[in-house]
């Protein structure tokens, strides 16, 4: 759980994924497109990769990956990304972090 949130805050946007998760990729390139160039943990690339996965569910994911954290914040999946950004949340949460604005 400590190596999860160490990691989740060290960065603005934090991105655990799994190297073969289309959902990662979708949710990655949607941060690109806004401007933003998430930090992506590979958890199946690391040794921990079980650990992890039982830190992200205990934290609150519904599945493991894609696990976003947004100003060491854990905001959610997929789903909690696109609810937010059709709602007009998003943004609001990412402009610290755009490289561009």
Known sequence: MDKVTILASEEGVVLFS?????????????FQELGVTPTIYEIDQDPECMEMEKALMRLG???PVPAIFIGGRLIGSMNEIMSLHLSG???PLLKPYQTWC
């Open 18 to 30: 799994k190297s073969s998760c289309c959902l990662c990729y979708a949710v990655t390139i949607l």
């Open 61 to 63: 994911c519904n599945a």
């Open 89 to 91: 949340g998003l943004l």
